[in-house]
């Protein structure tokens, strides 16, 4: 019955698709099977969408058959997000068209451009795209939005959700909408009424009821991308600017993110970092909450087996915090280091503090900060899986918080695990390698 669906709505597609956009063989199938995660789901049918129009009427068609579809960017998720046993719809190259508004405070993207090129863009500009996930040399614009990966630098004041002004986006039925374009959302209002009544229902029902808005506006004040994003509801009025924020974090479930028109940030011209050790990971938080309040723009945990996986021989057991300030001009960078190292006074630094102003020292601590997640991957026993899981704590609960995980990995002997990320937003990832060959095991 299934395969049947399959077989009537690839005859359908065929008519509107060329051939070499749609991939059914075993070998193509197998290769699309795969993300940046540990899953593997194998896909019925893989299509290369050119454009809105293929979009809406592929979703149309899917609707039709009840066919479920997953969306995929370039497909560096880590959870399986980008993966499909049904229809995967590719939209990365052809997708990668872009305008800037005449004050460049202002960029609307389609979803196949890359996030380190967004950044290329903009730079001349003075400006910047602010989502910053360690993969943004590879990750594209509509995978960013729609997982709202953030990394070192935009914490919670400039994510995606922070950043979104406007979205156009297709629905699972094929109906597409542009929350920035007045006569699309008047003929949306006229077709949809009854969508954007239970959109606002929802708002009114969340509104009404305090204890539950007070826990969104705290669960989203720290670095939370669990489920889908509720904030929208309790902060805006408008049924598409809810509508438009919903789509951040929605991991492809809700609708087809085709163009997005998002706020850009100012790029400050003068940077410095500072690879900052401490002997345990207890002193390490403690100091990144002392520097919360300075002018540090991020400050990046890497544990022991973080740092020993980069080969870093500063010392065995220590904790490094990778810390950086940014500044308008060399005088107010300088300003600021000495701001940093006021601040960090009564800790101790098994060595001394150096902040360095140079691209080509700095680039080198925050490539080994980048490339984490790899080299930890890299030193697993052979036969087990990485697995890697994000954790956030309010910021002052952090230096106990983090130790408390530490114990919780060895208490489950995960001797090898390791602890890093952005502590400045007491956001961590941890990484275990886990094998899965035994029934214990996969208990
Ligand atoms: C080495 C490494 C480092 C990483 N570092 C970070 C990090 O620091 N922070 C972080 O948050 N993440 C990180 N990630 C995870 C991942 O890179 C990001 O989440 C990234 O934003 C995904 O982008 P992508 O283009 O690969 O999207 P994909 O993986 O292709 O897709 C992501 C999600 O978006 C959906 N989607 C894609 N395009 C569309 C569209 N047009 N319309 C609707 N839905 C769509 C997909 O269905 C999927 O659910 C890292 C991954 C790796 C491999």
């Known amino acids: 019955m299934k395969e049947q669906k399959y077989n009537a709505y690839l005859k359908e597609i065929g008519k509107f698709i060329p051939k070499d956009q749609i991939y059914t063989d075993e070998l193509r199938l197998l290769a699309w099977g795969t993300d940046a995660g540990f899953y593997r789901l194998i896909p019925k049918i893989v299509i290369r969408a050119k454009d809105e129009n293929e979009v ?24 399986g997000q980008s993966i499909s046993d049904s229809i995967l719809i590719v939209a990365g190259k052809n997708w990668e068209k872009y305008s800037i508004s005449e004050d460049f405070e202002r960029i609307t993207l389609q979803p ?15 400006r910047k795209f602010a989502p910053d996930p360690a993969s943004v040399k590879s990750a594209m614009v509509g995978g960013i939005v729609m997982n709202n990966a953030s990394g070192m630098n935009c914490g ?26 007045p006569e699309s959302r008047m003929t949306f209002e006229k077709n949809h009424t009854p969508f954007l009544n239970k959109i606002i229902e929802i708002r009114d029902e969340i509104r009404n009821d305090n204890e539950l808005s007070d826990r969104i506006r705290k669960k989203y004040s720290i670095k939370n991308v669990t489920g889908l994003n509720l904030l929208p509801f309790v902060i805006y009025d408008d049924p598409f600017d809810i509508i438009a924020h919903l789509m951040v974090g929605s991991e492809g479930t809700l609708a087809f993110l085709s163009e997005v028109t998002m706020k850009t940030e100012h ?48 010392g065995t057991g220590l904790t490094a ?17 000495e701001e940093i190292k006021k601040i960090l006074s009564p800790f101790k630094t098994v060595t001394p503090i150096h902040f360095t102003d140079k691209p080509e020292e700095y680039s080198k601590y925050w ?11 890299g030193t697993r026993r052979p036969g087990t899986t990485v697995l890697i899981e ?37 956001n961590f990832h941890f990484i275990i390698s886990q094998s899965f060959d035994s029934p214990e095991q996969v208990a």
Do not use: W
């Open 267 to 314: 790029d400050y011209p003068y940077s410095a970092s500072a690879m900052l050790y401490f002997s345990n990971i207890k002193d390490a938080c403690r100091a990144v909450v002392a520097m919360k309040p300075g002018p540090v723009f991020s400050a990046e945990l890497l544990d022991k087996k973080s740092l020993a996986s980069v080969n870093d021989t500063t």
């Open 367 to 377: 490539a080994i900060r980048s490339g984490i997640f790899p080299s930890v991957g």
């Open 390 to 426: 994000d954790v956030a704590f309010p910021l002052k609960e952090l230096p106990e918080a983090t130790a408390d995980l530490q114990e919780l990995l060895v208490t489950n002997e995960y001797h090898d695990a390791c602890i890093y990320g952005h502590a400045l937003e007491g």
């Open 156 to 181: 919670t004041h400039a994510n995606s959700d922070k950043e979104l002004l406007s979205a156009k986006i297709v629905l699972a039925d094929g109906t597409r909408l542009n929350t920035g374009d």
């Open 56 to 79: 809406s009427r592929l979703l149309a068609l899917a609707d039709k058959y009840t066919l479920p579809v997953t969306f995929r960017a370039a497909g560096t998720s880590l959870s």
């Open 321 to 337: 915090v990778l810390t950086e300030t940014k500044a308008d001009t060399p005088e107010e960078l300088q300003a600021n280091i």
């Open 112 to 126: 196949g451009i890359i996030g380190a090129r967004v950044n290329e863009i903009l730079k001349p500009h003075g």
